[in-house]
T-cell receptor, first 115, second 118 residues
Framework: GAVVSQHPSWVICKSGTSVKIECRSL??????MFWYRQFPKQSLMLMAT?????????EQGVEKDKFLINHASLTLSTLTVTSAHPEDSSFYIC???????????FGDGTRLSIL | AQTVTQSQPEMSVQEAETVTLSCTYD???????LFWYKQPPSRQMILVIR??????QNATENRFSVNFQKAAKSFSLKISDSQLGDAAMYFC???????????????FGTGTRLTIIP
């Protein structure tokens, strides 16, 4: 089946640093990728949607300058949390789908802890 | 805007028994997809089952089946012969059937935590 790889799985860093999370589709071309944030014991909250080669569309309330999304190829999207602060600590998870509108396939998520 | 409601924050079932998880949704669209995803403690999101709204037949995947009532906008998940490995958070999700940029996004319910009692 379709595989989405997300890296790193866990990152701890100091407040003020920027953190980049990668999301790769390993065996299909991901025309659309999604980035979600999940707080403990809560559902997934969509942050942004991106198409390859286009600017991401952010959901209301998500700071685009804070959460930079790049979808430069059909197999790679990155989320950069800029100048991270403790309130940015969360579980971030990506998903991808192809042009055939197959179900979204999810990465394994990234646990981000900002000290 | 579409909404998805899961009214059962927690459910429990004896091993080998059957359990049904509820999901209702609200939409004005006639073409859409519905999904159940499972999230075990590892937090990996696993697709359990998918239903196309235009199909009247309920989807089934081995021990998992759905009861899709389009008029009532209800989409419940039935797990038969429950196993310890079924313990997880279960999320119901909606996706528009219109294939325009942005419409492929999923709208999730708040989830139901399923506990399997040995």
């Amino acid at each position: 089946g379709a595989v989405v790889s997300q890296h790193p799985s866990w990152v701890i860093c100091k407040s003020g640093t920027s953190v980049k999370i990668e999301c790769r589709s390993l065996d299909f071309q991901a025309t659309t990728m999604f980035w979600y944030r999940q707080f403990p014991k809560q559902s997934l909250m969509l942050m942004a949607t991106s198409n390859e080669g286009s600017k991401a569309t952010y959901e209301q309330g998500v700071e685009k300058d804070k959460f930079l999304i790049n979808h430069a190829s059909l197999t790679l999207s990155t989320l950069t949390v800029t100048s991270a602060h403790p309130e940015d600590s969360s579980f971030y998870i990506c998903s991808a789908t192809d042009k055939n509108n197959q179900p979204q396939h999810f990465g394994d998520g990234t646990r981000l802890s900002i000290l | 805007a579409q909404t998805v409601t899961q009214s059962q924050p927690e459910m429990s079932v004896q091993e080998a028994e059957t359990v049904t998880l509820s999901c209702t949704y609200d939409t004005s669209e006639s073409d859409y997809y519905l999904f159940w995803y499972k999230q075990p403690p590892s937090r990996q999101m696993i697709l359990v089952i998918r239903q196309e709204a235009y199909k009247q037949q309920n989807a089934t995947e081995n021990r998992f089946s759905v009861n899709f009532q389009k008029a009532a906008k209800s989409f419940s998940l039935k797990i038969s012969d429950s196993q310890l490995g079924d313990a997880a958070m279960y999320f119901c999700a909606y996706r528009s059937g219109i294939s325009n940029f942005g419409n492929e996004k999923l709208t999730f319910g708040t989830g139901t935590r399923l506990t399997i009692i040995p």
